[in-house]
């Protein structure tokens, strides 16, 4: 089955190129409320459930033993920009375990931030790995270990009793078997898994839901969702589309970009998850199809959908700011 | 109709994203020597033309009166890197008009090495048009302004008489016409025009063969492609595939990468043209593309084809070195 396409760009009149992909919106007991593409097929999610991955660090009471709110346990879930404030949170996490940026095994890189990585190189300094964007992730992985007594080193590695509890809490949430025969190594160096879109949107349903769920993993999601709705910034950054999207319905959007084309989504008035993938992973059409969706849900509410074009349709301009295009839904998706 | 998927990108043992697209292989008479996917639609080559965009420099004696060579041809046809050796280069073609970089009308960027911003970033420095990846052709298009007593202001413009000789050569080169109804303007401000992929490889096996141009621009269409082979890096810049797959086989490849998934390319000994599209824009696919194509044609030198499958075939490592997956040609294209 060949994916519709979901995005258009156009440069003057003509459509340059195009992005095809597949998406699901569905609720809590399976039901699909829209479906575009082969939805059945495994993809990665990559860092868009990083959310789920983070219960562990919630249900272990690793959370509350290091004082951790709503930004911290945001930047458990983030993929950040490796801005300050991201690379500091990161390193006050660690601090609270007694552990520094040296036990951090996610690798380091220039922030993903053209403007953070110019800044970084002006004062002569070299990216650490809390510059990764997934240092929040790997700062509450390592919380955790040292919570519940495990041995931190190798905490990446499929086989460490940790990742177990990742996985574990990974399966029951989407509901997908999560096999060696799916697995691929994620960028920083942690096991992901290729599951069904569908399995990834009814996951984000019963994270927003709770339902499905025993009490004690309802309040852990509920929490973590809570907690980057209420801080978007630290999910992403500045002028991200988590941020932007986040930022325009406070407590009401709750997404997640993963890498190579991924999107999920938690919509907690409607009740319903969404994970949606652009096949050749295109971050920047899967902003857009992500966007154009939420339009689709929330179209009762029209300031909503207004603000959300900012995202739908973006233009693009060029290093003159002359206008030279725009990016925006195809007809199955506007 | 729906292209075929001519790149595919793995992790572990899954396909995670695939690559759609149409790719073109012709001699100078039009005789079709591979096709894949519809070759007719009109597509926006962006840099991929540079070269014949640069044939005005050649044939006006600008060339010649400001003294250039390889390296400054070379740079007239790049889109290069932001490297110190670029944005100097650039820097002395214009002083050879008596111009510097406030006469360049492609905006400022940092330079599209990542390590080469960091450097720039570190001195203190902020980027100048120098360091726009198109500063070399916009170098040379100064330089043939002065030359030929055109007011230099504006020269970006699709209605300056300036960017009427380099649309005249592009379509005698192409074969394709290049109207309004059909342009779009590009990131470094000038006009592109969409054309059907057929139309830029015709051309590109005419500028290698000089078949069907008269001796002037035969040997103008000669020079300029045998300057890019002669400096690889100056067309591109460290690691880039233009420049890896150039310095492969000094004198038998010419090829240039353009912006949104395009390739074209020219072969002396084989007397061919190739122009290709990913369909959503791809740089990393369209470089597995290119050099799986040049695999199929220089199938009988076994040497070169083990070279290419470095680009054709990379394998991708994470920020701690561990591969996770790799890039490959589709059977479609293998």
Redesign the interface.
Not at 11 to 14: E, W
Not at 16 to 20: G, K
Not at 318 to 325: E, F, M, P, R
């Given at each position: 089955m060949?994916d519709p396409v979901l995005v258009e760009?156009l440069?003057?009149?003509?459509v340059?190129?195009?992005?095809?992909g597949a998406a699901v919106v569905m609720d809590a007991s399976g039901k699909v409320v829209l479906a575009l593409g082969d939805t059945a097929r495994?993809?990665?999610p990559r860092s868009a459930v990083k959310a789920i991955q983070a219960l562990p660090l919630v249900e272990t009471g690793a959370a509350d033993a290091y004082g951790f709110g709503h930004a911290e346990l945001a930047l458990a879930c983030a993929s950040h920009s490796g801005e300050p404030r991201h690379a500091e949170l990161a390193a006050a996490m660690l601090a609270k375990a007694g552990l520094d940026e040296t036990a951090l095994?996610?690798?380091?890189?220039?922030p993903t931030s053209?403007s953070a990585?110019?800044a970084l190189?002006?004062t002569?300094a070299e990216p650490s790995a809390l510059h990764?964007n997934c240092s929040g992730k790997h700062s509450g992985f390592l919380c955790t270990c040292c919570h519940e007594g495990l041995d931190r080193h190798g905490y990446v590695g499929a086989a460490h009793p940790f990742q177990d509890m990742v996985r574990q809490a990974m399966q029951e949430v989407t509901g997908a078997e999560h096999s060696e025969?799916?697995?691929?190594?994620?960028?920083?160096?942690i096991p992901?898994y290729?599951v069904p879109l569908d399995s990834l949107a009814l996951g984000f349903a019963r994270m927003v839901t709770g339902q499905g769920f025993g009490p004690e993993r309802a309040k852990a999601a509920r929490r973590l969702l809570e907690a980057c709705m209420a801080e978007p910034f630290l999910v992403a950054g500045t002028d991200r589309a988590d941020t932007r999207l986040m930022d325009m319905a406070p407590g009401r959007i709750f997404v997640k970009v993963g890498a190579?084309?991924v999107y999920c989504a938690a919509l907690p008035e409607l009740g319903l998850g969404i994970a949606l993938k652009?096949?050749?992973?295109?971050g920047r059409?899967a902003e857009v199809a992500i966007s154009a969706i939420l339009q689709k849900l929330f179209s009762k509410d029209g300031e909503l959908v207004s603000k959300l074009s900012d995202v739908s349709n973006p233009q693009m301009t060029?290093?003159?700011?002359?206008?030279?295009?725009s990016l925006r839904p195809s007809a199955a998706l506007a």
């Open positions: 060949t760009m440069r003057g009149n003509v340059e190129s195009v992005h095809r495994p993809v990665f095994e996610c690798g380091a890189h220039w053209q990585t110019v190189a002006r002569g990764n025969a799916n697995r691929g190594t994620d960028g920083c160096s992901t290729a190579e084309g652009c096949d050749d992973g295109a059409a060029n290093w003159n700011g002359i206008h030279v295009g």
